[in-house]
């Protein structure tokens, strides 16, 4: 349970809140093993849900009862009465869709859930005296939870032991400071220790903890408040207003005005209503995003809440925490460099008993353990714990002999007056990009109000932190799709910027020390777009970073792993947390890189974008044969002509120029960067698009009205009306698929060639109704369908300009 303690998460702290630490034989032991039984039995357990996908139940309702799959089900229902079979085949295609997409959805819940359940917290539970590691759900009224930085209070209690303990209650009250607990003060689920470290006993549990309830809520894998959702649900509103009046007006005119065969009638009012509703796309959308949880969750990449996928994509900024993002959370020691003529033996003894002093030492503390491990009998007094807006800890000593000292380890440049001649030997160092540390031996008392003030620099400890291998590559990635990244750190500015240049960031000869950046938000804002690399940051500065980007009407992501990360983190458009990081950050993340890996990064914004730009493209798809099948059934009306198509020709024009090729083209590689207002791309496409295909295809279908007579004429108007809206159709695909590889050439070609299939073989002519008569009329059909082509690419040319991107 040991997390990193160089985090924090508020503005600045209390100066000193040091602490004697607790005799042995105060620590208590928690509950026995008989009365956890008891309270089992008695109910008393954590039993809140875990963080989990949506239930079986809720997904197979969700994509079996739609408002659009009732009315094609009346509707077809109605057709295996009065038609043919073939007439009847859109409702094969809807089980089939449906079914599609409950495994798909399925597929995506069981690799949500595994990976939950890696990714899940497990907090300290004291039983018999002794400490372990449990599941959250396992916790029992009265359990001794012990608490370390970064670690979550899962549920509500009284705290026990307290060794500079400090809460931020942040995400509960909005209080940005953190607040000092001391024994029997009560603390809240929700909320997460900044620094120090103690134990409480729980309170409360279960639902009637103080976050349970919003913790239900906010933990639930969702698809909602996703502008690509909200988008598609404004339009299928839109298309719900149009279809209404125009449906009902079909009905009238084919049912009612005209006398012919009843049973014709029917099939040919139905196969006007069908095409209005773009059934695949609300399909196609859940697909693409369930495809890519699975894509993401095969890379150890948890997605908490599905729209992230979609908001990375839309990400123009990166904030990258360096500790622990860029390098990886280890360190060594590689000098010890004595200062003022102190003995070097002396030295490390210090340096040992400080590491033994810190029950949870966080990565800098654990090197120098690791380097001088304690052999002293040295009794620690006193201690101070770490925290990030401090910079340094300390502790006070009894050294055996009778003397006493206290001591300070922290950032040089916090410890050290301005100008002093060490400074500049640190800078040099820093230079190289490696970290620096000052042990220092304070004059007065570790609980005096000013006591770093008039300490006695005794000498730099040298760490050299661990490069990621991957994040070089992933900064390049970055680079090259013009996302700007930023590294916001609190380590020194000089470290920062030498770390970051190894990386090849641009911008990291200017790093930027986060003390003097300004406090107004516009000119905070200024500086940020102006420079790429900032050192000393504070964790509230780390919000107002954020907020100051955001202002500027950027999208902004921030990775992170410690306390001081978790704000900026919550107030991120999107928040990444590694998996080794502490329970707060995973907890606010809506990403989470359970392989701690910075280079997964990449694949989560390339799915994003595959998602976003892909659905973007078929959208316009359906919505095109939406437009031009109520302005089709609209010219009807007025024209009280028979209704040109049967639904077994509308449900192959679906088939092979949008159902087929929308599948392919949703799952396709997409890099281009996710652009805003998805209802406005679309129906600037959509609605000239579905206006040249009706008018085309009702042209045609007048004039073969004129052309042909005699008992089967109606079969041939229909023929020749179906070719040209084929043609018409098949160059909207043609359009959307570019840019063109082999592969999208390839599908367009494929469907043109199952269309001619379908004229040529015989069963498939009788099958589908489809048999073009003579030379003139179908020549005739292909001569508007050009034309019609023709005028698709000057819309859409004109389109570009008169409304850009």
Known sequence: MTQRANIDAGAELDPVHPVKPPTPAARAAGLTTAEVAERVARGEVNDVPVRSSRSTADIVRANVFTRFNAIIGVLWVIMLFVAPIQDSLFGFVIIANTGIGIIQELRAKKTLDGLAVIGEAKPTVRRDGTAAEIS???????????????????????????????????????????VLKKPGDVVMSGSF??????????????REAYAAQLAEEASRFTLV????????????????????????????????????????????????IVPMIPEGLVLLTSVAFAIGVIRLGRKQCLVQELPAIEGLARVDTVCLDKTGTLTEGGMDVTELRTLNGADEAYVRKVL?????????????????????????????????????????????????????????????????????????????????????????????????????????????????????????DTLAYFAAQNVQAKVISGDNAVSVGAVAAKLGLPGAENTVDARTLP???????????????????????????????????????????GVNDVLALKDADIGVSMGSGSEATRAVAQIVLLNNSFSTLPSVVAEGRRVIGNITRVATLFLTKTVYSVLLAILVVCSQVDYPFLPRHLTLLSTLTIGVPAFFLALAPNKERAKPHFVKRVMRYAIPSGVIAATATFATYLLARHHYTGEDALAAETSAATLTLFLVSMWVLAIIARPYTWWRIGLVAAMGLGFLLVLVVPWLQEFFALKLVGTTMPWTAVAIAVAGAGLLELAWRWVERRFPD
């Open 136 to 178: 959250t759900s396992e916790i029992v009224l009265g359990d001794l939870v012990e608490l370390g930085p970064g670690d979550k209070v899962v549920v509500d209690g009284e705290v026990v032991e307290a060794d500079g303990l400090e809460i931020d209650e942040s995400l509960l009250t909005g209080e940005a400071d953190p």
């Open 193 to 206: 220790v900044v620094a120090g470290g103690g134990a409480f006993t729980a309170t409360k549990v279960g």
């Open 225 to 272: 408040h996703s502008e690509l959702r909200s988008g598609i649900s404004t339009i299928l509103k839109y298309v719900t207003w149009m279809m209404v009046p125009t449906a009902t007006g079909l009905i009238i005119s084919q049912l009612v005005v005209k006398d012919n065969d009843f049973k014709g009638s029917i099939a040919r009012t139905v196969g006007g």
């Open 352 to 472: 040992g008993a400080l590491g033994e002093s810190d029950p949870r030492p966080n990565a800098s503390l654990q090197a120098i353990i690791d380097a001088y491990p304690d052999r002293e009998d040295w009794r620690c007094t006193e201690s101070l714990p770490f925290s990030s807006a401090r910079k340094y800890s300390g502790a006070s000593f009894s050294e055996g002999d009778g003397e006493n000292s206290t001591w300070l380890l922290g950032a040089p440049d916090v410890l050290l007056a301005a100008g002093d001649p060490a400074l500049a030997e640190i800078d040099a160092l820093n230079e190289q990009g490696l970290r620096v540390l000052l042990l220092a031996r304070a004059a007065g008392e570790l609980d005096a109000p000013g006591v770093a003030e008039g300490a006695t620099p005794t000498a730099l400890v040298v760490l050299e932190q661990r490069l990621r291998p991957d994040a070089a």
């Open 519 to 561: 406090t107004d938000k516009e000119e905070l804002a200024k500086v940020l777009d102006e420079n790429a690399v900032f050192g000393r940051v504070t964790p509230q500065q780390k919000r107002d970073m954020v907020a100051a980007l955001q202002s500027r009407g950027h999208t902004v992501a921030m990775t992170g792993d």
